[in-house]
Each structure stands twice: as C-alpha cells, then as structure tokens.
C-alpha cells in the first residue's frame, strides 16, 4: 500500500514537471480545449422524451378540439333555458296560466286518450 503512494506521487511529480515545461502556446491551447470541454459538458441537454411527449400533448389537444366540437352548444343550451325562464319571471302578463298549468296538462291527456 504504502509503494502505491510513493509511485503516485512520483508519478504527479513527473506529470507537474512536464506541465511547467510545456511551452506557453501548447498550455493554451490545452486551457482552451479543457474550457470547451466543460462547458459543452455543463450545458443541459434536453432529454430524447420531450419533444415525443409535447407531441402527443398538441394531438390530443387538436383531437379532442376537432372530435368533440358540439361542446358548445351543449354549453349554450342552458343558458338559453335559463334566459327563457328570466323572461317568465319578468313578465306583467297573468300568471294564471301558470298557476293552472297542471290542468291544462290533465285536459290535453285526457283529450288525447279519448281521440
């Protein structure tokens, strides 16, 4: 254990000489090439995923737009009904016909069972 030590530091000490003897334009131009390096290794790269995934999210968007397009008219019915009973509330005509509704609704089955 202890010859591993002795060898690697002769080894880091053989390895700085060389780089303190390297001449001025090869030191760098290896300074250059290791910032390129780290920083091509820094940048995030998008994962393969994503781009798939916002795919299928935009076609299932434009299918459900284009498969179910009545949406809103089923949306627009209600408001129609409650638009006609604001207007029965609101109006000054007798309400007698709506109080004697059920008996209305009684002669005309009653005239459709005799016919």
């Known amino acids: ?7 690697n530091q002769r080894i880091r000490t053989a390895l700085d000489a060389s ?5 001025p334009d090869i030191s760098r ?3 250059q090439a290791r910032h390129a390096a780290l920083e091509t290794a820094a940048k995030p790269r998008m994962p393969f995923w994503q781009p798939a995934g916002a795919f299928a999210l935009a076609s299932i968007l434009v299918l459900s737009i284009f498969l179910w397009p ?3 008219r089923r949306q627009v019915a209600p408001e129609a009904a409650a638009l006609a009973d ?6 000054d005509d007798s309400l007698q016909l ?7 609704q009684w002669l005309l089955e009653s005239d459709t069972h005799a016919s």
């Open 1 to 7: 254990m202890q010859d591993d030590s002795k060898l």
């Open 19 to 23: 780089v303190d003897e390297l001449d």
């Open 29 to 31: 131009r290896l300074r």
């Open 70 to 72: 009545d949406q809103d």
């Open 86 to 91: 604001l207007e029965l509330i609101t109006t």
């Open 98 to 104: 709506y109080e004697d509704l059920d008996f209305y």
